[in-house]
């Protein structure tokens, strides 16, 4: 690349947004969305089958009008507090957006019930009128025999908000404030849940034994309590979902909310089953490289190399854009974009957020990227991840609020697709054979990690709703995921008897049920189309970027069904299972 600049370490500008909590158009911003939703409700008289094509565009232009507005103000608000989680100014504006945003959803939830219960000409007709507003249109239509009454709908949002969301904030509550007491060489040492879990990826056996042991004597030691939340969670699903509701099965709720048929999944998952020996090869070889006869689940992030490389931050930058502008030069304008605007905070501060996003406020703004930034490989990684994020959303932002995002098992795509080129860039150029090494086990450690272990908790989720159902005490759950376990790693792994407890510290499948297989469905669908990039080349380009651009405007099915992709078909997942096995005989074949 030619104008090639070099990017420091800064914290963000928010200023596309506002210049702050006292900036006179944030709260000109509150005062336009309460005129709005007024405005919005006036229109409650004028529903009607036959209302006008031109009238109903008018109407759904207004809410998306809403949504924008509401994304700056709880955008901001996130985005200062991710920046400075110690800032109380910014937890209470993050709250009072919350408040503000329940409100606004429940006064303007006539129309979204007005429009379910619409019979199907006129749903036909006002959709065939609604252009870029198509397809959200038809996903809410999609939950029509599932939607019950105005008063009950409102009840159930307010009943949330202390019963079920209640719950989960007090597991968070509970669970964030743990700390883990670990010795390390002689020193005792108070570590975060985070720091700790780097410890399973150090070289020393014993260290990564004892992070474990210690993770999970404190979940232990909770584990009535937690267990008992996640019982009452998984009641509140069905009370709701499946007695109230209609729904035939927990997992096709989420299902619905992704707009994938329940069959995918069950194939999804079939497929994982048959494919879980791959993982078990590349645990076998992994213990052979790091000198043991068989890991333990420990053992199961151990590096195979001390690889110790770091690289600048510019480095880094000037490496992913450059991965990027191979691809194409488009999607390196696109990176650049987000680095040029200075929407990138990736020093490491204290109180600041820990991990990465990228964040979409609206359409027309610029996202933003968060990284801590420390110069390992992985943290390169991570930011071609997050720009590939940043990317896939600039793609698509001829669309409105409404239909940008691209729905769950497909958010995954550009940021997987941007990690794998840039580790193909990084083998390309690299000649140390150990740092080869180091990056290749990565790249499977990082596949198991968001494959065979999600798709798992899938399955866990599914046996647990029904446990908790039928009565099963919390010691009947951990034995349940204990034999889940036992059947993910087949003979290939140890597992100590303590992992039973691990389904107490998936946050996910208390907060967002059914969320997790989603990560597997993406990764899955990254790792075939990266190999129908590497079979066609650019001939491939264009149907990937259609896929990007389409942002959520176009159900995923057909999505990629115009992409010649069948989700539906057992073949296509074993596609890219194939590439895994072909990446554990590429790591058996080195030397
Ligand atoms: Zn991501």
Request: charged share 25%; with cysteine; aromatic share 12%.
């Amino acid at each position: 690349m030619t104008d090639q600049k070099s990017y420091t370490q800064t914290p963000w500008s928010l200023a596309d947004l506002f210049e702050g909590f006292d900036d006179p158009k944030y709260q000109a911003t509150f005062d336009e969305i309460e005129q709005g939703v007024q405005k919005f409700e006036a229109f409650r008289e004028q529903l009607a089958p036959d209302l006008s094509e031109d009238l109903f565009i008018s109407i759904v232009s207004t809410y998306e009008g809403l949504v924008r507005r509401l994304s700056r103000l709880g955008g901001f608000a996130e985005l200062v507090f991710a920046s400075n989680t110690q800032s109380q100014e910014a937890q209470s504006a993050v709250a009072r957006v919350d408040q503000f945003q329940a409100e606004m959803s429940n006064k303007t939830m006539f129309f979204n019930l007005w429009w379910k219960a619409l019979d199907e000409n006129n749903a036909k007709r006002l959709l065939d009128a609604a252009g870029d507003f198509r397809y959200w249109l038809v996903t809410l239509r999609n939950f029509k025999d599932y939607t019950l009454s105005e008063p009950e709908e409102k009840i159930i949002n307010i009943k949330d908000v202390t019963g079920v969301s209640a719950l989960n904030m007090l597991y968070d509550s509970i669970t964030n404030r743990y700390t883990f007491k670990i010795e390390i060489d002689g020193e005792e040492k108070e570590l975060t849940r985070g720091e700790l879990m780097a410890l399973v990826r150090e070289p020393d056996p014993d260290l990564r034994a004892k992070a474990y042991q210690t993770l999970f004597s404190v979940y232990e030691a909770d584990a009535p309590i937690l267990g008992q939340i996640y019982q009452a969670i998984v009641r509140d699903w069905r009370n709701e979902n499946l007695n109230l509701r209609g729904f035939k099965t927990p997992i096709s709720v989420r299902n619905l909310v992704n707009d994938i048929p329940d069959a995918v999944i069950e194939t999804l998952l079939d497929v994982t089953k048959q494919n879980a020996k791959h993982f078990h090869r590349f645990f076998d070889l992994k213990a052979k490289r790091i000198g043991m006869d068989k890991l333990r689940r420990y053992d199961v992030y151990a590096p195979v190399e001390k690889s110790d490389k770091r690289y600048e931050f510019s480095d880094a930058a000037e490496i992913v854009l450059e991965s990027f502008h191979e691809f194409d030069p488009k999607f390196a304008d696109l990176a650049k974009e987000i680095l040029d605007k200075n929407h990138v905070d990736s020093e490491v501060r204290k109180g600041k957020m820990g991990g990465a996003f990228c964040a979409t406020i609206t359409p027309d703004l610029t996202p933003w990227v968060l990284l801590n930034y420390q110069g390992r490989p992985d943290d390169v990684a991570t930011m071609a991840h997050e720009l590939g994020h940043g990317i896939h959303s600039l793609m698509a932002r001829e669309h409105s609020a409404l239909t940008q995002h691209a729905c769950l098992p497909l958010a995954e795509t550009a940021s997987t697709f941007g990690e794998m080129m840039l580790v193909d860039k990084l083998l390309a150029e690299e000649t140390n054979d150990a740092v080869r090494r180091d990056l290749l086990f990565r790249q499977m450690d990082d596949s198991f990690a968001t494959i065979l272990r999600q798709n798992y908790f899938s399955l866990f989720e599914q046996t647990a709703h029904e446990m908790v159902i039928q009565g099963a005490q919390v010691n009947d759950l951990a034995e349940a995921y204990y034999e889940n376990l036992k059947s993910e790693f087949g003979d290939s792994v140890i597992i100590p008897d303590e992992f039973r407890w691990e389904w107490i510290m998936i946050p996910h499948i208390y907060n967002v049920p059914f969320y997790v297989y989603a990560y597997a469905f993406g990764q899955l669908l990254v790792l075939s189309l990266y190999k129908q990039f590497k079979e066609e080349g650019n001939a491939f380009k264009p149907r990937y970027m259609d896929i990007l651009a389409a942002g959520g405007s176009i159900a995923p099915i057909d999505l990629l069904g115009k992409a010649g992709i069948d989700i539906t078909s057992a073949a296509f997942w074993q596609g890219g299972y194939d590439v895994i096995g072909d990446m554990v005989t590429t790591l058996e074949n080195l030397d």
